[in-house]
């Protein structure tokens, strides 16, 4: 069983920065997938970056190359998302995702098996 938390959501005006937390608790594994989506009002919710718990590889969304950092730290159990120079079509609930089994499929929704509550980042231009 394994448990996801976000928080670090709010409303900032285009251009800011904000940086998204999911707090992990329970059975994570190194080969585990970690990844961020988000889900605007009357849309599909949609990747936004991925990577495994351990390794370099990330994976962003076109959307959010360049501006969108997927991160870890081990020691908190915790990963990150720093968004930068954010636009107002940014604004979603945002959410944080994990795979426990399977092979690895970093941009489908469908392959994650556990999500956390979720967390709101509203841009105003």
């Known amino acids: 069983q394994v448990q996801l938390v976000e928080s670090g959501g709010g409303l900032v005006q285009a251009g800011d920065s904000l940086r998204l937390s999911c707090a992990a608790s329970?059975?994570?594994?190194?080969?585990?997938?970690l990844g961020w989506f988000r889900q605007a009002p009357g849309k599909e919710r949609e990747f936004v970056a991925a990577?495994?718990?351990?390794?370099?590889?990330?994976h962003y969304a076109d959307s959010v190359k360049g501006r969108f950092t997927i991160s870890r730290d081990y020691a908190k159990n915790t990963v990150y998302l720093q968004m930068n120079d954010l636009k107002p079509e940014d604004t979603a609930v945002y959410y944080c995702a994990t795979q426990t089994m399977g092979a690895w499929a970093p941009r489908s929704r469908d392959a994650y098996n556990y999500w956390g509550q979720g967390t709101q980042v509203t841009v105003s231009s």
């Open positions: 329970g059975r994570i594994f190194n080969n585990n997938g």
């Open positions: 990577s495994r718990w351990t390794g370099d590889t990330k």
